[in-house]
């Protein structure tokens, strides 16, 4: 079996939709606002890997309270599925929420410096 590629770059992404691959970078604390207008930013357990050149969403679930406290802002590694376009098949007829790439199923995540 082929060892999955290993991806630091967002731009290496594209054409990889479902693929199993290997993300480096930065683990950082998704901050959103409660609703709209309000200017105040909260954390509400959802983290992103911060690559070179944009952003994906680690997880479609809120991540465990020890884990983001062991990592937040820490560069790492992380092996998944990259769903990059999760409501592609909506045809526009919805809104978009999140329309962040998404690692889907992480397993194996490590610090890496």
Same mark, same amino acid.
């Given at each position: 079996?082929?060892?999955?590629? =290993?991806i ?12 199993? %691959? ?5 683990? *950082?604390?998704?901050?959103? $606002?409660?609703?709209? =207008?309000?200017?105040? +930013? !909260?954390f509400f ?5 911060? +690559?070179?050149?944009?952003? %994906?969403? +680690? ?5 465990d !309270? ?5 990592f937040?802002?820490?560069?790492? $590694?992380? /092996?998944?599925i990259?769903? +990059?376009?999760r409501? /592609? ?6 809104? /978009? ?7 889907? =199923?992480? *397993? ?6």
């Amino acid at each position: 079996m082929a060892q999955p590629p =290993n991806i630091s770059g967002f731009s290496d992404l594209a054409g990889r939709d479902g693929e199993t %691959v290997v993300l480096e970078g930065v683990y *950082v604390k998704r901050l959103t $606002q409660r609703k709209m =207008n309000d200017p105040s +930013l !909260h954390f509400f357990g959802f983290v992103d890997l911060t +690559l070179e050149g944009g952003s %994906v969403g +680690l997880s479609d679930s809120r991540r465990d !309270h020890a884990e983001v406290e062991a990592f937040a802002g820490k560069r790492v $590694q992380v /092996r998944g599925i990259i769903a +990059l376009d999760r409501d /592609r098949d909506t045809g526009g007829e919805f809104a /978009r929420p999140d329309p962040t790439p998404t690692l889907l =199923n992480p *397993v194996g995540l490590v610090p890496i410096d």
